[in-house]
């Protein structure tokens, strides 16, 4: 058979009998077209092909704390949150705009009395240590949560739900009314019944299992490093669990490092040992990227009334409202990562009602309303007294907030700017503990500054209704209001979101005439993350931990796929 081309050897020969002018011609010529040939080659890859994610690749997180309860029922700090939402796995989960998607879930359907809640697992669903999930496991973690004697947070959640089995992967729930907000319900996370199943209520917050958790979720754990000296956890390493549903992670690995304040927090971030941290660094860090995203969370300073009779006064009230200058505090304390507000209903969220903000600042305005209401300042020191019935009383109040440096520098500011209409104020600053034993449970304070989260649902039900008024309720302001039970009471149970979206609306009405609280501002949650970190996408999350809800999209590897093969 004839050739076509010339073969080696004649290649060869051809090249030898050419002059030394003509060889370089020739190499210069071939390395030209060899060079143009492939940055066209570039050109159409680029021009033609997709960058997708691909498997591999190890981030490092940091965190504040040292997990104790890795435990859906039970966690309580931010890394027992962080951890657990990792390492379990619920029915739904949220999306990026704070909707529910099935998890462990394919599908569910609800009823049209919106009383029965049926939901179908996934068909291939399994435990961290290869058993077989099923709706056992999801009936056996509920009454956990509903058992007294566990004592978890998870209990007001259930109470009331009768949960019913009708197969392997379908389970049933059934209310005693409508709640709207019930989905948000079912992102907690399944416990395996086979691990849980003999361990007593008493031993439930011992049990090794805590630290050593076996879930379903994207990464499961791999290794626990622990101070030599104290034994105390420094690091999780956990590794993709490649039976995870729908699909398991890109990343390998997941490393969590813990520290001890938000100051070890952002010196690690700096120098490079933690890649990604929930926190505020002075400086970015180089090959880094900050991420804002929302929280349904308001800060405000609730008034109690019964505590402190001056604040029953509106005009009182009001004038406190207008010497607040909340767009200082929001760049003074949080650096611009918050939104100012004066309702209680977080900006950017649901049902939050923009035409009825009140953001004035003026303080000249607040002292005018305040000598209109018949307050006086006899002895010139720029502070009020209110005169009744030949009595003067010192307007001046005792504002209690948690020691942070957050609470006590938004304080400080209030106290500052509310000094300049007249009113005096002295900040207490409690830990913790004290915070919630002696001040918030027996409501023994005048101002209370503090913020609420409105959850999933951006529900205030819990913070505002008068049933709610004695601990261990959330009515940090004693407000109540007939019409303000009635409108959250009837947005618990209709299924219309129009509807409630429109309680919602009067009842904040209700809020902003009446003014039992001062609202400052809802803060972001800043997250720092790499900037090859690609696949995180919010634009609202209810908790911080929330931000790990699509982790297994998550990637920091590539891969170029010619665009004819994408779906």
């Known amino acids: 058979m004839a050739h076509v081309l010339p073969t080696r050897q004649e290649w060869h020969e051809m090249f030898n009998n050419l002059s030394r002018r003509e060889k370089i011609l020739f190499l210069v010529f071939f390395l030209g077209a060899w ?96 058993e077989k999930l099923t709706t056992e496991d999801v009936a056996f973690t509920i009454e956990l949560a509903k058992n007294p004697a566990i004592r978890s947070s998870k209990l007001a959640n259930w109470e009331g739900v009768n949960v019913e089995i009708l197969s392997d992967r379908e389970i049933k729930f059934t209310l005693n009314r409508p709640y709207a907000p019930f989905l948000g319900n079912t992102i907690l996370g399944i416990m395996p019944k086979h691990k849980w199943k003999d361990i ?36 999780y390493t956990l590794e993709r669990f490649n039976r995870y549903r729908p ?154 907030t948690l020691q942070t440096p957050e609470l006590t520098r938004v304080a400080e500011l209030l106290a500052e700017m509310w000094r300049s209409a007249g009113v005096d104020i002295k900040i207490a600053r409690y830990e913790p503990g004290d915070f919630e034993q002696s001040v918030i449970r027996p409501r023994d304070y005048d101002m209370l500054l503090f913020g609420q989260n409105m959850g999933y649902d951006n529900n205030p039900y819990g913070f505002w209704h008068a049933r709610q008024i004695k601990h261990p309720g959330s009515n940090i302001a004693l407000y109540a209001n007939t019409k303000v039970d009635g409108y959250l009471e009837n947005a618990q149970t209709t299924t219309s979101v129009e509807k409630r979206e429109e309680l919602y609306k009067f009842f904040q009405q209700e809020i902003t005439r009446d003014k039992p609280a001062v609202f400052l501002y809802s803060p972001s949650y800043v997250y720092v993350v790499p900037e090859k970190l690609m696949g995180i996408d919010f634009s609202v999350i209810s908790f911080p931990q929330e931000r790990f809800s699509n982790i297994e999209s998550w990637s920091t590897n590539t891969k170029s796929v010619w665009n004819i093969f994408v779906r």
């Open 35 to 130: 060079v143009s040939g492939t940055l066209i080659f570039i050109r159409i890859d680029t021009i033609y092909s997709t960058r997708l994610p691909a498997s591999g690749g190890t981030l490092t997180e940091g965190i504040v704390g040292t997990p104790r309860f890795i435990n859906p029922l039970l966690a309580i700090s931010d890394a027992d949150r962080d951890l657990t939402r990792i390492i379990y796995a619920g029915l739904m989960r949220p999306d990026k705009d704070g909707n529910f998607v099935p998890q462990l879930a394919e599908r569910y359907k609800v009823s049209d009395d919106g009383l029965e809640y049926i939901f179908t697992l996934r068909d291939d669903l399994y435990w961290h240590d290869g």
């Open 200 to 235: 007593s209520p008493e031993a439930f917050s011992l049990a090794l299992l805590n630290t050593q958790p076996i879930g379903s979720g994207p990464f499961k754990v791999d290794s626990v490093s622990k101070n030599d000296s104290t034994g105390i956890i420094t690091s």
């Open 247 to 400: 699909q398991s992670a890109y990343l390998n690995k997941v490393i969590f490092r813990f520290y001890q304040t938000e100051e070890d927090l952002a010196r690690a971030l700096t120098n490079g040992a933690v890649e990604a941290a929930g926190v505020e660094p002075d400086e970015i860090p180089k090959g880094s990227k900050l991420i804002r995203i929302r929280l349904p969370r308001v800060v405000g300073v609730f008034f109690n009334q019964d505590k402190a009779p001056l604040l029953h006064d509106i005009e009182l009230r009001k004038a406190l409202s207008l010497a607040t200058n909340r767009d200082r505090i929001v760049q003074e304390v949080e650096h611009g990562y918050a939104t100012p507000t004066s309702l209680p209903i977080p900006p950017g969220t649901f049902a939050h009602a923009s035409t009825l903000e009140e953001l004035s600042y003026d303080p000249s305005a607040a002292r005018a309303l305040l000598e209109g209401a018949g307050y006086e300042d006899p002895d010139n020191d720029g502070l009020f007294e209110k005169v009744s019935k030949k009595e003067r009383t010192k307007v001046e109040f005792t504002l209690a």
